[in-house]
């Protein structure tokens, strides 16, 4: 980076609030600085240098003229969340326990494999969407993350694994909008967010390795498509409206056609024919694991280009439901590889660190109290099972 001396800048009077530049898509920082009276391209100086070099001190942006330094300090930061703990999974899996404003933690979970490292991260503090075999959902919903969180998230782990100094031990070269929440919930701040990971100025990340997750806001599908082009992902569960109403409880106001019509709507937006559609689906025993399921579910995606991606429900306290038996889990997916489908089984990773899918349930302020009414639903069907 260049360095280029400029001693016009106005004096700004300190603001009571600093302005957080971490979450700055490339067109918000650029409004900034024009806002500012600088020229653009102190934009992308300062989003490489956050971005790309891990920078969060002004001082150190080598590039930008002393007194816009001087004048940045005064009115902007670049802050990403406060990492309270972290843990390593003997399978290399990590997970940070981020504290956000406001007090309560999300989980961000980094997974390794041979060749790349896929980073999972949350869009929410908990969930207001409920979904009956998640671990977020069953802890309330608190409030939405701000794009800063959200980048924040990917920032602590490049950081954490110098990605930033290129001695890098691992990379992320993944991201899935996976982890706490759902993300077309918090449209706008994840949108700038992505904009982000896919900047060249940013983290550089083609579009086919960011991936948002979703369990089926269908009118933000649609704006998505029009917005941004990264992989979509549809949080499937049930191969009907009777049982994905009662598991995916959007499905009442969103259901299954319109799902499917929208995912599709979205793909033809996108300029390469190639793309697909991943269909997750969570087995759980004896509740969407039968033959009849995997049938209606080889029917339902029949127009869909998509491949699946089952995942074994991994057991937790507040709910009753069991992880799938292996001959469930192999005869559900060899019914839908015979009907042409690509599936592949999710391997449960982080085990040892409760990092695994549906697990990541931070501690949430809940403002709906649902968790309260979960203990209290599950003391009181203890006590039935107790009195015989
Ligand atoms: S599965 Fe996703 S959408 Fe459903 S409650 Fe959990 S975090 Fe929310």
Same mark, same amino acid.
């Given at each position: 980076?260049?360095?280029?001396?400029?001693?016009?800048?106005?004096?700004?009077?300190?603001?009571?609030?600093?302005?957080?530049?971490?979450?700055?898509?490339?067109?918000?920082?650029?409004? $900034? $600085?024009?806002?500012?009276?600088?020229?653009?391209?102190?934009?992308?100086?300062?989003?490489?240098?956050?971005?790309?070099?891990?920078?969060?001190? $002004?001082?150190?942006?080598?590039?930008?003229?002393?007194?816009?330094?001087?004048?940045?300090?005064?009115?902007?930061?670049?802050?990403? +969340?406060?990492?309270?703990?972290?843990?390593?999974?003997? /399978?290399?899996?990590?997970?940070?326990?981020?504290?956000?404003?406001?007090?309560?933690?999300?989980?961000?979970? %980094?997974?390794?494999?041979?060749?790349?490292?896929?980073?999972?991260?949350?869009?929410?503090?908990?969930?207001?969407?409920?979904?009956? $075999?998640?671990?977020?959902?069953?802890?309330?919903?608190?409030?939405?993350?701000?794009?800063?969180?959200?980048?924040?998230?990917?920032?602590?782990?490049?950081?954490?694994?110098?990605?930033?100094?290129?001695?890098?031990?691992?990379?992320?070269?993944?991201? @899935?909008?996976?982890?706490?929440?759902? +993300?077309?919930?918090?449209?706008?701040?994840?949108?700038?967010?992505?904009?982000?990971?896919?900047?060249?100025?940013? %983290?550089?990340?083609?579009?086919?390795?960011?991936?948002?997750?979703?369990?089926?806001?269908?009118?933000?599908?649609?704006?998505?498509?029009?917005?941004?082009?990264?992989?979509?992902?549809?949080?499937?569960?049930?191969?009907?409206?009777?049982?994905?109403?009662?598991?995916? +409880?959007?499905?009442?106001?969103?259901?299954?056609?319109?799902?499917?019509?929208?995912?599709?709507?979205?793909?033809?937006?996108?300029?390469?024919?190639?793309?697909?559609?991943?269909?997750?689906?969570?087995?759980?025993?004896?509740? =969407? /694991?039968?033959?009849?399921?995997?049938?209606?579910?080889?029917?339902?995606? @029949?127009?869909?280009?998509?491949?699946? =991606?089952?995942? +074994?429900?991994?057991?937790?306290?507040?709910?009753?439901?069991?992880?799938?038996?292996?001959?469930?889990?192999?005869?559900?997916?060899?019914?839908?590889?015979?009907?042409? %489908?690509?599936?592949? @089984?999710?391997?449960?990773?982080?085990?040892?660190?409760?990092?695994?899918?549906?697990?990541?349930?931070?501690?949430? =302020?809940?403002?709906?109290?649902?968790?309260?009414?979960?203990?209290?639903?599950?003391?009181?069907?203890?006590?039935?099972?107790?009195?015989?």
């Amino acid at each position: 980076m260049s360095h280029s001396a400029d001693n016009s800048v106005p004096t700004v009077e300190p603001r009571e609030q600093k302005i957080n530049l971490l979450g700055l898509s490339a067109s918000r920082l650029e409004e $900034f $600085f024009i806002e500012l009276g600088e020229k653009r391209f102190r934009a992308t100086q300062v989003m490489k240098w956050i971005h790309q070099a891990g920078v969060d001190d $002004f001082a150190q942006m080598s590039n930008v003229a002393k007194p816009l330094r001087e004048k940045l300090a005064a009115i902007a930061e670049i802050r990403a +969340p406060e990492v309270v703990e972290r843990h390593d999974s003997v /399978d290399g899996t990590c997970k940070w326990i981020i504290r956000v404003e406001g007090g309560s933690c999300i989980e961000t979970v %980094y997974i390794p494999e041979r060749d790349r490292g896929t980073l999972c991260v949350s869009s929410q503090v908990g969930c207001s969407l409920d979904c009956s $075999f998640c671990a977020t959902g069953k802890q309330g919903f608190n409030r939405d993350l701000t794009a800063a969180e959200i980048i924040g998230q990917v920032w602590i782990a490049a950081k954490h694994f110098g990605q930033f100094d290129s001695k890098a031990t691992r990379r992320v070269t993944n991201v @899935v909008m996976m982890g706490m929440g759902e +993300p077309l919930m918090n449209y706008r701040n994840v949108v700038d967010a992505m904009s982000l990971m896919l900047a060249d100025n940013g %983290y550089g990340l083609s579009k086919r390795r960011v991936t948002l997750s979703t369990a089926g806001v269908v009118p933000m599908i649609e704006k998505l498509g029009d917005e941004i082009d990264v992989s979509l992902a549809i949080s499937l569960h049930a191969p009907n409206d009777e049982l994905r109403n009662e598991l995916v +409880p959007i499905n009442r106001k969103y259901p299954l056609a319109q799902l499917i019509d929208a995912s599709r709507r979205y793909l033809t937006k996108m300029p390469d024919i190639h793309r697909k559609i991943t269909v997750e689906y969570t087995l759980i025993d004896q509740v =969407n /694991d039968r033959r009849e399921h995997a049938e209606q579910l080889a029917a339902l995606l @029949v127009d869909l280009p998509c491949k699946i =991606n089952l995942i +074994p429900f991994n057991p937790f306290d507040a709910v009753d439901y069991r992880k799938v038996s292996n001959n469930s889990l192999h005869r559900f997916r060899d019914i839908l590889q015979q009907a042409g %489908y690509i599936v592949t @089984v999710r391997t449960t990773r982080g085990d040892d660190i409760a990092a695994a899918c549906g697990q990541l349930a931070g501690s949430v =302020n809940d403002k709906t109290r649902r968790s309260e009414r979960h203990r209290a639903k599950r003391a009181a069907r203890e006590e039935i099972i107790a009195s015989g």
